[in-house]
């Protein structure tokens, strides 16, 4: 496994050529960091073609509901292909019941690239997409099982914190979610 604090690491605005990588990392990240905390087979049975299909049409300009930043490996040599290693999925809040303009969607990472800060990295620029869209205030939900996920949103002192139910795959989990109502208080990206 490489050392990812031995590499750099570049994020930016992920375009529809990105669908590909981002299904990967979806597909990658899911099955690392879900195992064990749902049914198998929900798992098993993603597919890389559909989720990339699913990616593209997320990606595409013309969806302003949402938007995705993508850490990529920076290349060793000029002629090294781009390397999407993680991605931070945004947008307006799907809850309109509670009191918050923005959403996470989702942020992932490929396992062997977790522990360089990206996660973070990604979280803040999630944030300052928001404050640049005009949005206040962000919610997020995570599973409750999820308990590495758990700490690491904690870390950033949320205001807002319910549980709640989520269906995948025909199964019922349990769900934290997290707000803040005030973005003033978070770093630039």
Known sequence: MPNPTS???????ATVNDAPGCAAVNIA????????????????????????????????????AMF??????????????PHIVGYVLGG??????????????????????????????LFLRCVQEFRRRGIDSFLLFVLKANVAARKFYSAFHPDFEEESDVMIDGFTYRDVGYGWSNLDRFPAA
């Open 7 to 13: 590499r750099s690491y570049s994020i930016r605005l």
């Open 68 to 81: 995705c930043f993508v850490a990529q490996l920076d290349p060793i040599a000029p002629t090294d292909p």
């Open 92 to 121: 307006f809040s799907r809850r309109g019941e509670l009191p918050f303009t923005g959403e996470l969607l989702a942020i992932y990472l490929l396992p062997e690239h977790q522990g360089a800060g990206l996660g973070r990295r």
């Open 29 to 64: 990240a899911w099955r690392s960091t879900y195992r064990g905390l749902i049914d198998d087979a929900a798992l098993d049975n993603m597919d890389h073609e559909q989720l990339a299909e699913r990616w593209h049409n997320r990606l595409m300009p013309a969806n302003r």
